[in-house]
């Protein structure tokens, strides 16, 4: 049982948490992800470490409302607890004095950028970031993202704030006018993809952070399985970075859309409260 | 001699009906039907039994007491060998232990040895709440990794001799594969917990959601965290794939995540859970041991219409124990022996539709003693499927070895301990269950961790 020290709404569907764990903040490391579960029956879900604070002994964690965990860990209250809360997990970044890098966080990505970008300007990069949304409300972390980056750029679809665009084309701007040692990029399967398709033809190399569907998060089931250059990895363990230039994004987007049904399924049931009814979602 | 007399049949649900849930098979002896059973033993002066059993359960004593009706006793019996005995009556392969030395096995049925372990520990788990004795502590600390069989009955042990005992368990429940993998029809898990209960009531500690290599490492857990020595117990949970075309397609589970889903997560009771599984209505079970036999029943539970067992070598070389392949058969799996699949395709979704296989026929004995399939060429065949769970087998948990990199590992990322003690190359550090000899049994697990237990005791009375 983990208590609940600070919730916050971001944004619309966007909320953050920060939790008391003080063996695992004094352990977490920028890229890693610890697994929650929040009640008797409920799933286990991966949440990639937002933050981490050794002296208050707690972690961040922000997510979005994507399906019933998530909708449900969004009504979660200061006070509250987390039944569950396992971790750190996963490899951490690989993070050394490379020279110049660009961090890139669309989404909910800008939450696990964050401890990277922190980290590589701790060991001494310049540090270029990129953080895009939708639009400007679903924006946030601009301050700490600032505070740990050179440069920040911000591109949102609507234009509302920074370049109107996707953080692709920041990021080809910015590569025209700086030599980049590595990029990393967390955000939609699909803005990952497309990072790594901009950064090939340069041969930058490109890290991707993958959130696939797990279980255990111990290597113990290989759900969390990816295609990396041809060989079958388990995200879990042997990630959850990878080189974007050689992971299988089709195999991966496919694979996280396996239980699709099933997530609307267990929403339109915990929506209907029939209590065991009779309505279709017996 | 006394005459004759059939060993006593186990009540069992009906095969048509319990396939449709997931509620124990073997419904178990009630007294009279016990008792009966218990007369059948011959009481030999020289019990071969006794040493067909991994943990040397007093077999002969408790079973004259079972005949006396003092069950009470009879459990105490047990338990001063078996910390688990509700769940090793139903899970040991009796027939290639206990049973199978049994004297009246040789000419005819041997006593149901296991039935009767079962019967006395589920006896002893509704009538009385035993009494533990307290134990003076030698205020000493050792630290389990692992909450499986092997890690419980060292806990247990250590307990019981006063040392102070911590268990750190990866998941958010204690029982390794006792409660994510061998289902609840074979092993209720209420039974599970009801003897995890035991373990904690002899003052066991156990922390869940701690994994050791990621939230302590081993050398913090003796230098700064105070334990004076470790065990691990942290089983074969790494689950092989056969590394063909295909084998990422959706709906093709390993049997961990599988059995994961619906026995740990309840998946079953979807959306009355929140975790989900999917299952087709043709699902093919790759492997013939008894997590495969587990996973083909498991399917049959969650609706597959048709499950079958696919297996390179025929049936007198199947792993499983006897009775979980005649389970199987009474509940309509399919056995398609000597094939193999090669590849896998799906649809435009990504989700798995047909299995490539090819046939075999059976060779030269290998390694293991097993007559080896060898492939036959150009017979390779289409069959039309919908879920895919692969059952061959599974390897060392790396997370322990790579934080802990003074530790001897086999070839196969097994730890290296003595058989008789556990001691690892690392001091103060044992091992024992399947991390150390690759997927066996709950039992070899267990007399894994008491013979620890007993090494890891000696070493500390002796170091300080
Ligand atoms: C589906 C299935 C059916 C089976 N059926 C039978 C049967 O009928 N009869 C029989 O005798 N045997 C059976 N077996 C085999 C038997 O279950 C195993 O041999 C036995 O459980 C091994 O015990 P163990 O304690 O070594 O490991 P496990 O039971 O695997 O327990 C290991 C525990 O360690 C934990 N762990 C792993 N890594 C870490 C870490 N880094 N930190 C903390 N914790 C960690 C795991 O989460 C797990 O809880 C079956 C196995 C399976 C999978
Ligand atoms: S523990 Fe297993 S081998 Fe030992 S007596 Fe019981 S059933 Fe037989
Ligand atoms: S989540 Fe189970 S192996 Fe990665």
């Known amino acids: 049982m983990n208590k609940i020290i600070k919730q916050e709404k971001l944004a619309e569907n966007l909320f953050l948490l920060e939790v008391e764990a003080p063996q695992l903040a004094r352990k977490a490391k920028a890229g890693q992800f610890v697994i929650v579960r929040i009640s008797e029956k409920g799933e286990r879900i991966p949440l990639t470490i937002a933050d981490y604070d050794l002296n208050a002994g707690t972690i961040t964690l922000i997510f979005q409302v994507v399906g019933l965990t998530t909708k449900k860990m969004s009504l979660l209250k200061t006070g509250d607890y987390l039944l569950d809360l396992v971790g750190p997990l996963g490899e951490p970044s690989e993070i050394e004095n490379y020279g110049t890098v660009a961090c890139i966080g669309g989404g909910v990505g800008i939450a696990p950028i964050y401890p990277i970008a922190r980290a590589l300007k701790k060991a001494g990069n310049k540090v270029i970031s990129i953080i895009g949304a939708r639009n400007k409300d679903l924006l946030f972390w601009k301050d700490k993202m600032a505070e740990v980056s050179d440069e920040l750029l911000i591109a949102t679809d609507d234009g509302s704030e920074g370049h109107k665009g996707f953080v692709t084309d920041v990021l080809k701007e910015v590569m025209t006018k700086n030599s980049l040692e590595r990029v990393w990029a967390i955000g939609p399967m699909i803005m990952m993809k497309n990072v790594a398709e901009v950064t090939r033809p340069e041969k930058i190399k490109t890290i991707v952070s993958l959130n696939p569907i797990m279980v255990d998060g111990t290597g113990m089931c290989g759900a969390c399985r990816v295609s990396v250059g041809e060989e079958t990895k388990f995200a879990c363990v042997d990630g959850p970075e990878f080189d974007g230039h050689q992971v299988d994004f089709n195999l991966a987007m496919r694979r996280a859309a396996f239980y699709k049904d099933k997530e609307k399924l267990a929403l339109e049931h915990y929506n209907c409260q029939c209590g065991g009814g009779s309505c279709k979602c017996q | ?222 230098k700064e965290e105070g334990f004076d020595a470790v065990f691990i117990g942290t089983g074969a949970g790494l689950p092989y794939f056969m590394n063909i075309p295909g084998e990422n397609l959706n709906g093709i589970y390993s049997a961990n995540e599988f059995l994961t889903r619906t026995n740990l997560m309840g998946a079953y009771d979807f959306p009355h859970t929140d975790t989900p599984i999917k299952v087709g209505k043709k699902v093919a079970v790759i492997g013939a041991g008894n997590v495969a036999m587990d996973a083909a029943r498991t399917a049959l539970r969650l609706g597959a219409e048709e499950s079958y067992i696919v297996y390179r070598r025929s049936r007198a070389e199947m792993p499983a124990r006897r009775e979980e392949i005649e ?138």
């Open chain 2, 327 to 464: 389970h199987a058969e009474e509940e309509g799996v399919k056995f398609h022996l000597l094939i193999s699949p090669i590849e896998f395709k799906g649809d435009e979704n990504g989700n798995v539709t047909k299995m490539v296989c090819q046939r075999f026929e059976l060779g030269e004995p290998d390694a293991s003693g097993r007559r080896k399939p060898v492939a036959i060429p150009g017979s390779e065949f289409e069959m039309e499927i919908d879920t895919v769970v692969m059952a061959i087998g599974q390897g060392p948990n790396p997370l322990v070895p790579a934080s802990t990199p003074d530790l001897e590992l086999t070839k196969k990322g097994n730890i290296i301990a003595d058989p008789e003690t556990g001691s690892t190359s690392k001091p103060g550090v044992f091992a024992g269950g399947d991390i150390v000899t690759g997927a066996a049994t709950v039992i070899l697990a267990m007399g894994a961790g008491k013979k620890a237990a007993r090494a890891i005791h000696d070493y500390l009375t002796n170091n300080s």
């Open chain 2, 1 to 222: 001699m006394p005459v004759k007399k059939p060993r006593n049949p186990m009540p069992s649900q009906d095969p048509k009906e319990r396939k449709q849930n997931f509620r124990e098979v073997a419904l178990g002896y009630d007294e009279q039907t016990a008792q009966r059973e218990a007369e059948r033993c011959l009481q030999c002066k020289n019990p071969l039994c006794k040493q067909g059993c991994p943990v040397e359960v007093d077999i002969p004593e408790f079973i004259k007491e079972v005949v006396a009706g003092n069950f009470q006793k009879a459990a105490e019996i047990i338990k001063n060998k078996n910390n688990l005995p509700a769940i090793c009556g139903r899970v040991c392969p009796q027939e290639s232990q206990c049973e199978y030395k049994c004297i009246l096995g040789k000419k005819g049925e041997p006593v149901a040895i296991g039935r009767l372990e079962r019967f006395v520990a589920d006896w002893e788990a509704q009538k009385v709440t035993s009494e533990i004795n307290p134990v003076e502590s030698t205020g000493k600390k050792v630290a389990v990794i692992g909450a499986g069989p092997a890690g419980l009955t060292c806990a247990g042990d250590l307990a019981k001799l006063g040392h102070e005992v911590t268990v750190f368990e990866a998941l958010h429940t204690p029982g390794g594969v006792l409660m994510y993998g061998i289902p609840e029809f074979r092993l209720p898990k209420a039974v599970v917990k009801r003897e995890i209960e035991y373990i904690e009531k002899l003052g066991v500690k156990i922390l869940t959601n701690t994994v050791i290599g990621k939230m302590y490492t081993i050398d913090e857990l003796m």
